[in-house]
């Protein structure tokens, strides 16, 4: 059993939307297919992986080290001890050669690709579905048949009025979401004080809105937006200052007392550990965001889970940037509390599997081997593109 290519391509997922701190205009995804020489059903096993929203391609260390050092690995050194299958663990430890510790900038992005892909290619060799796979291996058998998902946009764009925002929240709910996620921090406080009681006048009650800041604010500002939406009762405020600023996110969580979520920015482990022991978040109302296709794949999200239990977090406090299939199958095989989902932005990464309802909140999953791209058709086709 062998890897028999890696081929990569960068491929655009631009829009229009912006956020508090960037537009998408020239936003792309790096999409790699490990191709295996083993056959289930007639087909080669091919393992795909790309990354989430926000970060651009890491083509140039995917062909410089990464694809490099794991088509060059002997097969013992990332098969499994009987030979059956492909070894996450010990493809990791064969991407990480020769990487120092640390300043994990965005080699966690690259990783965190290739990770993605090997797990798929994983569960096609064992023909179950990935969250099958990992609910048999860390979690005794049990997986969650449906998984909480939210409806994550509200973006900034030229053309969008506090109406269009409200038909846009209005949407999501019609689609079966329960809870919506919108921007903040583009505008002033007052404009988006007003943007935010007009999504309000739309959704049930503050319960079903979360609001994201994208890591904009200055302690003074977070404090102020703090204050201004306590009253409202939010579902939660998000990524109020820099990813990296524990003590403002320690501060804020001594003065804001409702629910806050942040994590999509850390890209390691450590950087959680570091969030976890001087941000002040609380776990009985907390979130936490890690994305595992931008923070070295599941490999390293597995200790990360680990670490969170140490220190008396539950998986159900983790709900993952990203909206795509990988958390989604991470979510329901080790029990996590959710999944993001950007109904109709960031396709055909972002989504689920064609004509899975939303109901009441909650997606179910396919029943396919692999992660299930094969059951998401405008995605398997840009992933196979990629493999030939
Ligand atoms: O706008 C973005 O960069 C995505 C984001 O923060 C989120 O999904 O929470
Ligand atoms: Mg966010």
Redesign the pocket.
Known sequence: MKIVDIKEKAVPIKSEIS?AYIDFSKMNCSVVAIVTDVYKNGRRVVGYGFHS??RYAPSGLLHERFIPRLLEADSNAILNEEGTNFDPHKIWDVLMTNEKPGGHGERSVAVGTIDMAVWDAVAKIEEKPLYQVLAERYRSGKVDDKVFVYA?GGYYSPDKGLKELQEEMKGYLDLGYSVVKM?IGGASLEEDLKRIEAVLEVVPSGRNLAV?A?GRFDLETALAYGEAMEPYNLFWY??AGDPLDFQLQAELSKNYKNPMATG?NLFSMQDARNLIRYGGMNPKQDTL?FDCALSYGLVEYLRTLDMLKENGWSARNVIP?GGHQMSLNIAAGLGMGGN?SYPGVFEPFGGFAGNTPIEDGYVGLPDVPGVGFEAKENLIKVLRSVAE
């Open positions: 956020n929203n926000g994550a921007k994201d994208n998000e990524e999509e965001q940037h993001e």
